[in-house]
């Protein structure tokens, strides 16, 4: 058996590995520290001081995974995640989970015992191959490198295929890939100077299925168009080619133009507009009402589910008629648009919902007389804030060059209740609408749309979440020494946590002692000697002036702002 060039197997496979996802044009790589992982690690960042990929050092598993997947979120390019061997793959899976049923790209590079190792009882040792069950595209258990000189070509191959499945090349189902790596003593060695490197190649994307022709819609029925969480652009497209109202859920990529119904809810609830609904045209996956499954499932409504990549169909009680990959208007819908009964359709829920809008802006609004400002409304300046407040004012204070995430907290859902059409990129994780990793989904996004040289945003990330969910994620405020540390505002309005059950069945059923133990989960925690121990810049905003001021003036670098709420 020839020997490998640096006395290392491990280190050989490891770094044409990495070399050769990089000539296929990825560029982000998270890495944890670990024993077994150790040649992956030594030789990502020979790769970074390169210059071949930019590296994220973490020292939490749960925390790297959704970097990845913010990363990800941002660039639409798979991110790699390193891990060592043991507890530390099982850590992954929560991210992994969300970026399943999101469809979001991600390839985990998982070290591991060889065989021999496997099955005695050895140290950090478990069934690692198909951890993450069905959440993964493609799950190959790579044998230990030995030295032989065709190592290098599957390394390259393995590269290929973890990246084509992550993509969703050829499938349209993008999403995890685990390449499960097992290492052999000894498990690194030096890596020599010289060694041959690649030209990236053009970054990659998730591939978008042409899977069968397009559906053409013809006008007929009453037609509504839902735009759920990551339906993008296309959705707005199709309503306002239709002539149909647009019911855009926050973080759906399509809350904007002239056809927006900001106050769908109320609205589909009255028997002169919901009622009058025969068809519905589904884009992304709608999880922030409970109105839109139900219009779904009513007998006698059409629903016809759009989605261009994804191995699950958004399907509320199995009612749905028709799935497809594309769909757009037949030649004679822009014709009806435009006939009295289309405009009256349309303009029916557009005029009401601004209505709603109007009363909704009116309160608490204070009159201003030609001296100035009055008493009452200052008084309402220094006000205790309310989620809706809090929402209004983070909503006006983000731009395009901005982003916002939104944490699974009672907060979203206020937003989506309340703030106006903007083009503006907001991301949210509403794969499975966790409140799992929001700080570090948040980081991945802010740190990929403001990486030099070419930087993707300018502006600000912003992200909203309630009290437990910031709990939840405060390990990711932990950062490596020496890698960068985006603007990145986390806003944590602070109610004393689990409000979101005082809307839900419960709360008028429980005692009131079981609900402040097991549901409410109220954490009395100082936010500010926490951002002091992590290094963050800390400020509280307690009145509509405070906010006001704090959103206006961006922070410089990683900053926890806390708004109290009124519960």
Same mark, same amino acid.
């Given at each position: 058996m020839p020997e490998p060039f640096n006395g290392s197997p491990a280190t050989d496979f490891s770094f044409s590995l990495l070399n050769e996802f990089i000539r296929l044009g990825l560029r982000d790589l998270v890495l944890c520290p670990g024993a077994r992982s150790q040649a992956l690690a030594l030789a990502a960042a020979e790769l970074e001081r390169a210059g071949g990929i930019n590296l994220h050092v973490r020292t939490d598993e749960r925390s790297a995974g959704f970097l990845a997947l913010g990363l990800t979120l941002e660039t639409g390019r798979p991110a790699l995640v390193v891990v060592t061997s043991g507890t530390a793959v099982a850590n992954l899976h929560p991210a992994v989970l969300e970026a399943h049923h999101a469809g979001v790209p991600m390839i985990l590079l998982t070290a591991d015992r060889p065989a021999e190792l496997r099955g005695i009882r050895s140290n950090q040792t478990t069934v690692q191959p198909g951890i993450f069950g069905v959440a993964t595209r493609l799950c190959l258990d790579v044998p230990?490198?030995?030295?032989?000189?065709?190592?290098?070509?599957?390394? +390259?191959?393995?590269?290929? +295929?973890?990246?084509?499945?992550?993509?969703?090349?050829?499938? /349209?189902?993008?999403?995890?890939? +685990?390449?499960?790596l097992a290492f052999r003593e000894p498990l690194s060695a030096a890596l020599p100077a010289g060694l041959p490197r690649v030209t990236p190649a053009a970054p990659v994307a998730p591939a978008v299925s042409t899977d069968g022709p397009t559906m053409l819609l013809a006008p007929g029925p009453r037609t509504v168009v839902v735009a759920g969480d990551g339906a993008g652009p296309e959705a707005e497209e199709l309503a306002h080619a239709g002539g149909w109202p647009l019911l855009a859920e926050v973080s759906s990529g399509a809350r904007f133009g002239p056809n927006l119904i900001v106050h769908y809810r109320e609205l589909l609830g009255a028997v002169d507009l919901g009622g009058e609904v025969e068809r519905v045209i589904v884009f992304g996956h709608p999880?922030?009402?409970?109105?839109?499954?139900?219009?779904?499932?009513?007998p006698g409504v059409e629903t016809i589910v759009v989605a261009p990549t994804g191995i699950e169909w958004y399907n509320p009680g199995r009612s749905a008629r028709a799935f497809t990959r594309s769909i757009g208007p037949d030649a004679s819908c822009a014709a009806a648009a435009r006939t009295p009964a289309g405009r009256a359709w349309l303009g029916r829920w557009v005029m009401t919902s601004r209505a709603l809008a109007e009363a909704a802006a009116d309160e608490g609004r204070a009159p201003i007389d030609k001296r100035g400002i009055t008493r009452a409304e200052l008084a309402v300046l220094r006000a *205790?804030?309310?989620?809706?407040?809090?929402?209004?004012?983070?909503?006006?204070?983000?731009?395009?060059?901005?982003?916002?995430?939104?944490?699974?907290? %009672?907060?979203? %859902?206020?937003?989506?209740?309340?703030?106006?059409?903007?083009k503006i990129t907001v991301l949210a994780n509403r794969g499975l609408a966790g409140i799992d990793g929001t700080i570090a989904t948040a980081l991945g996004v802010a740190l990929a749309s403001q990486a030099e040289p070419e930087p993707r945003s300018v502006g600000v990330t912003r992200v909203l979440m309630?009290?437990?969910?910031?709990?939840?994620?405060?390990?990711?405020?932990?950062? /490596?020494?020496?890698? *960068?540390? *985006?603007?990145? +505002?986390?806003?944590?309005?602070?109610?004393?946590?689990?409000?979101?059950?005082?809307?839900?069945?419960? /709360?008028a059923t429980a005692p009131v002692?079981?609900?402040?133990?097991?549901?409410?989960?109220?954490?009395?925690v100082d936010l500010q000697a926490l951002a002091a121990a992590y290094g963050w810049e800390y400020e509280v905003a307690a009145t509509r002036a405070d906010l006001e001021r704090a959103l206006t003036g961006a922070p410089t670098g990683p900053a926890i702002l806390e708004v109290p709420l009124v519960r």
């Open positions: 230990a490198p030995v030295g032989e000189p065709d190592e290098t070509g599957i390394a +390259q191959a393995l590269a290929r +295929q973890a990246t084509d499945a992550a993509t969703g090349e050829g499938t /349209a189902a993008p999403g995890p890939v +685990q390449l499960n999880t922030l009402s409970r109105e839109i499954p139900a219009l779904i499932e009513r *205790p804030l309310t989620r809706a407040l809090l929402v209004d004012a983070v909503w006006r204070a983000s731009w395009p060059h901005d982003r916002l995430v939104l944490g699974a907290s %009672r907060l979203i %859902r206020e937003a989506d209740k309340r703030v106006p059409g903007k309630g009290d437990l969910t910031f709990l939840h994620d405060v390990g990711s405020l932990l950062l /490596a020494p020496g890698e *960068p540390r *985006p603007r990145l +505002q986390v806003i944590v309005g602070v109610d004393g946590g689990g409000s979101i059950f005082d809307g839900l069945e419960v /709360a002692e079981a609900m402040e133990r097991v549901l409410y989960t109220p954490r009395s």
